[in-house]
């Protein structure tokens, strides 16, 4: 059983909000992903970390932003949700080097914006 | 440019029927490749993780393939259950790309009981 959790896993909002979705890992991985996917469609990468600092854009350009001061956190943060945000976000980690590890995924995140 | 298939995309077969799903990928230079199965609205759950020196990973009625020269991986399903019914995604890890884990659009299995 993977120990990475995602909070809230629903999420209902007005337009305009600021949110912050959560993401934690206790498996010390370096390694952090936010991938965002609609119902029945592929994921998307949209944000990596590689460590502590380290942050980068993924494939799928997103509004959001994510930092990693600490570890084992991994949060993504919208400041002005808009429907078109709308959509399931997953968290997932990973050993660090190449190729060593298995992709771990939370519960997701389901973010519904009126 | 990496790129991941999953053939088919959707597969309805009655309880009891073996079953295979196919993933190829274009890019033979992987380091791992990695098996999912996703239910509704929910996360992913890794079922089988098979390094790129691997040919084969097996767990339970579960067994995975891999071809790295010819770009294909296939997940065997034994003695299918209703409660097997989910999406079943594959994953390859490789330096293309900048090392990040591209995904194939999945296979949606539906066991009738």
């Known amino acids: 059983e993977a120990d990475i959790y995602q909070t809230p896993r629903y999420l209902v909002i007005g337009t305009g909000k600021k949110i912050t979705l959560e993401c934690s890992q206790t498996?010390?991985?370096?390694?952090m992903y936010w991938y965002q996917q609609d119902p029945g469609m592929e994921l998307h990468l949209i944000h990596y970390?590689?460590?502590?600092?380290?942050?980068e854009k993924g494939d799928l350009s997103s509004e959001s932003t994510v930092s990693r001061i600490r570890t084992e956190h991994f949060p993504l943060t919208l400041e002005s949700a808009r429907p078109s945000h709308t959509s399931q976000y997953l968290c997932?980690?990973?050993?660090?080097?190449?190729?060593?590890?298995?992709?771990?995924f939370g519960e997701g995140s389901r973010l519904t914006v009126l | 440019k990496q790129e991941v298939t999953q053939i088919p995309a959707a597969l309805s077969v009655p309880e009891g029927e073996n079953l295979v799903l196919n993933c190829s990928f274009t890019?033979?230079?992987?380091?791992?490749l990695q098996w999912f199965r996703q239910d509704p609205g929910k996360g992913l759950t890794s079922l089988l993780l098979?390094?790129?020196?691997?040919r084969e990973q097996t767990s339970g009625r579960l067994n995975a393939s891999l071809d790295k020269s010819s770009g294909r991986s296939t997940l065997y399903i034994a003695a299918s259950q209703p409660g097997d019914s989910a999406t079943y995604l594959c994953?390859?890890?490789?330096?293309?790309?900048?090392?990040?884990?591209?995904f194939g659009a999945g296979t949606r299995l539906f066991v009738k009981a």
């Open positions: 997932a980690s990973s050993e660090q080097g190449a190729g060593t590890g298995e992709l771990f």
């Open positions: 498996m010390g991985h370096d390694k």
């Open positions: 970390s590689y460590g502590v600092n380290s942050t």
């Open positions: 890019d033979s230079a992987i380091y791992n």
């Open positions: 098979i390094q790129s020196s691997q």
């Open positions: 994953a390859v890890e490789g330096p293309t790309g900048g090392f990040k884990t591209i």
